[in-house]
């Protein structure tokens, strides 16, 4: 059987070691025999695991006979490996053991080198200060998870998720991943990318800059058909002037900021009204509804309709009345039974039959 072995350093993220725990131990074969053998290993007795204490079974040497690590993130993805961890994790590594990452777990995945030369993700947040420590691996913050096929890493917190299940599927095929992606109530594949979810602010200029009027300007007329010329004229300044100006106090040019406010329009309009995306690409500026979907996906990750579906309160009303009705509702599946909540502050046993999950989602810190 398929051994997947979870590393818990001290201060782990709850959500990170109960997602690999749960999703990969409620995975079953077509016979209904279980998928993978999970297990959880420390360096350590007791780990803090923010609102409680954990007690692994088993140390690293568990890691020896994993077919797969997962590393989840810790509440510092800054601090040093405690001694062994990097020892460990590399041997496993040159055996041809899997290993993946989850949110900035990633940190953790780096500082053994084997990321070294390869493309990597994280959570979005913490996306800049990997690649500024990590400078050798590539970091791209808007997937929700990398394959590199010995070595994975996913985005932030539910991303972890979509990677599990890509790992299922590749290991036993799509119809035992549906299965647990349904007892996860989660679909197989989501659409788009970690980009979606990242907070596009507009660029800004200090306090006190001479182009905050103009800008204050900008972002309530973005919706008009405005060149630079136009633009420069507002300002009383040259498009030259203009443009140095503009990277002087912005550090991008005046077109790319509007484009960014007309974006941040479009998304606000899709969250909050029911109005159809033509009349949305007008409204927020752009020349065309083409236009619109393209620089939409350029910026964001995904198109305006998935955005949507994901971002939309349900119920949410606009100009064009009632929101739409929902689509018929999923085939139901298996349920599995989540047992008691441990309480807080206690410690926590996790071996073999003893589910993480439920516990876990107690409390769960920041990503970083």
């Known amino acids: 059987m398929h051994t997947v072995t979870v590393l818990a350093l001290d201060q782990v993220i709850p959500f990170d070691l109960s997602v690999p725990v749960e999703t ?25 695991a923010g609102a409680f204490t954990l007690r692994a079974p088993y140390g690293l040497e568990a890691l020896a006979a994993a077919d797969t690590i997962i590393l989840p993130g810790v509440a510092d993805p800054t601090a040093p490996l405690p001694p062994g961890v990097a020892e460990a994790v590399c041997a496993a590594a040159a055996n041809g053991t899997r290993i993946a990452s989850i949110c900035v777990g990633a940190f953790v995945f780096a500082a053994t080198g084997l990321l070294d030369g390869r493309r990597a993700t994280t959570h979005w947040v913490a996306a800049a200060d990997l690649a500024e420590r990590y400078p050798r691996v590539t970091v791209d913050p808007n997937v929700l998870y990398v394959d590199n096929g010995q070595f994975l890493t996913s985005a932030g917190a539910a991303a972890a998720l979509d990677m599990c299940l890509h790992m299922i599927r590749k290991d036993h095929g799509s119809a035992v991943a549906a299965h647990t992606a349904r007892l996860s109530v989660m679909p197989l594949e989501r659409e788009g990318g970690q980009a979606q979810f990242i907070v596009h602010d507009l660029p800004p200029a200090p306090a006190g800059a001479t182009l905050e009027p103009l800008l204050r300007w900008l972002e309530e007329h973005c919706d008009r058909d405005l060149t630079l010329e136009q633009i420069a004229a507002r300002a009383r300044v040259s498009s030259r002037t203009l443009n140095r100006r503009f990277r002087e106090q912005t550090g991008t040019t005046p077109l790319r900021w509007l484009h960014r406010a007309r974006v941040r329009r479009a998304q606000h309009l899709l969250e909050t009204t029911v109005h159809p995306v033509e009349r949305i690409a007008a409204q927020a500026g752009f020349g065309s509804p083409t236009a619109f979907r393209e620089r939409f996906r350029r ?13 939309r309160p349900a119920g949410a009303q606009g100009a064009d009345g009632p929101d739409t009705p929902p689509g018929p509702p999923l085939p139901a599946g298996p349920v599995t039974p989540f047992e008691p909540v441990t309480p807080l502050g206690a410690v926590m046993p996790v071996g073999p039959g003893v589910p993480v999950g439920s516990a876990a989602s107690a409390g769960v810190p920041a990503p970083v």
């Open 24 to 48: 990969f131990g409620r995975a079953r074969l077509p016979d209904g025999r279980c998928a993978y053998r999970v297990r959880v290993c420390s360096p350590l007795a007791e780990v803090g």
């Open 299 to 311: 910026v964001v990750g995904t198109s305006p309709q998935a955005y949507r579906r994901s971002f």
